[in-house]
């Protein structure tokens, strides 16, 4: 499985980035990221279920774009801190804190 994720907001105008594959990826992580987008229900979320409206929302608020890949299942979806169901909190969770360790690592 691959995902790819996007997010930038905040006061600050923070921007990250994460990609990350469980091919790749120590086999507990792998194992938490499987079991974390499989409890998000990413794959049955439709984009109109989270479409950010077009002011966007607080300046505080961050928006996301969200990739992930799984054979031959394939969810592209983008929305923000206000749109975004509790289910996906965790997975968000779980890709900002890689999203920033790969930018202190520089990649």
Do not use: I
Request: glycine share 8%.
């Amino acid at each position: 499985m691959r995902v790819d994720f996007q997010g930038s907001g905040g006061f600050a105008n923070l921007k990250l980035t994460c990609h990350v594959d469980t091919d790749t990826l120590p086999q507990a992580q792998a194992e938490e990221l499987l079991k974390l987008v499989q409890s998000s229900g990413v794959f049955d979320l439709q984009q109109s279920d989270v479409r950010p409206a077009p002011s966007g929302g607080p300046p505080d608020v961050f928006s996301y774009q969200l990739s992930v890949s799984a054979g031959d299942r394939q969810k592209t979806l983008t929305f923000n801190d206000v749109t975004a169901p509790g289910s996906l909190q965790p997975l968000l969770a779980w890709l900002r804190t890689r999203a920033l360790e790969q930018k202190q690592r520089g990649a």
